[in-house]
């Protein structure tokens, strides 16, 4: 049994579905398959859009909803189907229920009304999908990822109960890829769901999460997920057009990777493959022919620089208000309060005088999170600055990439340099 995990550039527009087609259509028809799929294209940041009308404009829900139903719609008109009314009905279906959220109050919890919206996206995805490939003769078997991976009530960052999600999965996909008749499961990437079948999320990219989830729980023999590029990069192409493919890396390499901001793999999913040694594949989805990246056990066997750029990144440093030193209490108090705000860190720097923090601007929390600290602690930050972690860093290296940009912080460790910068 096999898992692969389809991103939303994957499956934008009709074609990219077509291929998804043609690469499940090219698999062993005997062997089995869990295949998770994204939301399409640039849905979540619609939907995020649909949310912050909900909360702050409802003028502009109209427009919104009708950009969303319209860029499906669109999708199913181009797959040529002939009949498209099983497809259409069903999608409907859930655009009502979205409807019908919209229509009434919201709680005033941003991040629980935000898994309530968003968590749509996936479903409307994965609804087109297995509708039209159980039309055109693949046949598969729709799952709800909502009542297979329990979470908490951490809402946008679910955290997995494993224990009551392996026994959900084993007993739905388990059973289903066990008999003879459907060998292909469809579900869903970023979504879960509470023990009350309230739907959660598991963070921004979390859909490589839930491919791990299901790969752990069955016991899969390896995991491929299916992006628009060669393979895992040492860079992003954006800013280097000489970004050469990494053909084979560690578990542990790609684990650190990943946790300085790695696009290409959720920074929470390569234990789980680690733990029962399944291999990760990253492979180009219009070229399935081609190899692709590897991350396994094995050793590392070229130290080749990795670049990794966050932007629309905020330098927050916080001061005892009557200049005394940073103590053990005030790092105490200040995590607390970076944790209350659920706020993800960066980079970390602290002084005699001061503690810095480098995390992502998210402008509702940032601003929640600078109140709180003012009570106590005099604030002052830096927007639009930009943190650049390189692994295996050379210093000609760090010279040519901070050349004519102002460094505020600069951390280095063996293996990997820090910059934030302006």
Known sequence: ??????????????????????????????????????AIGKTTNLLEQVLDAYYYDKSKLPELTATLRENHYTIVREL????????????????ALLDKVLAGPHSG????????????????????????????????????????????????????DWEVSARLIQEKVGKILQGDETHIVITQGFIGGTEE????????????????????????????????????LNADPKFF????????????????????????????????LQNKQIPLFVKPFLHPEESGSRID????????????????QVLISIYPKDFSFIAVENLDEIFSIISKNKIKINLMQNSALSFSICCDNKVHKIEKLITDLSVK??????????????????????????????????????????LVTM
């Open 1 to 38: 049994m096999k898992v692969y995990k389809f991103g939303g550039a994957s499956v934008k527009n009709a074609d990219g579905v077509r291929n998804l087609e043609k690469i499940l259509r090219s698999h062993n028809s005997q062997e089995r398959l869990v295949v998770v799929i994204s």
């Open 80 to 95: 040529e189907l002939g009949d498209n009314s099983l497809i259409m009905n069903r999608l409907n279906e859930i655009f």
């Open 109 to 160: 919890n941003f991040d629980y009304d935000y898994d309530r919206v968003v968590s749509f996206g996936e479903i409307l995805s994965t609804t087109l999908i297995s509708t039209y490939l159980n039309e055109v003769g693949v046949r598969n078997e729709w799952a709800d990822a909502r009542l297979l991976i329990r979470t908490d009530h951490n809402y946008r960052e679910g955290k997995v």
């Open 197 to 232: 079948m309230l739907p959660t999320t598991l963070g921004r990219e979390g859909s490589d999460y839930s491919a791990a989830i299901f790969a752990y729980v069955l016991g899969a023999e390896s995991v491929t997920i299916w992006k628009d590029v060669p393979g895992l």
């Open 241 to 272: 057009p000489d970004a050469v493919k990494l053909e084979q890396i560690p578990y542990e390499e790609a684990i650190e990777l990943a946790y300085y901001g790695a696009s290409v793999i959720h920074p929470k999913t390569l234990k789980p």
């Open 297 to 312: 056990a094995g050793k590392m066997t070229e130290r080749v620089p990795c670049y990794i750029f966050k932007t629309n």
């Open 377 to 418: 602690y005099k604030v002052k930050y830096n927007l639009n600055i930009e943190l650049i972690t390189i692994r295996h860093y050379t210093d000609d290296i760090v010279n040519k990439v901070i050349k004519n940009k102002d460094v505020l912080v600069e951390q280095r460790s063996r293996a990997t340099v820090q």
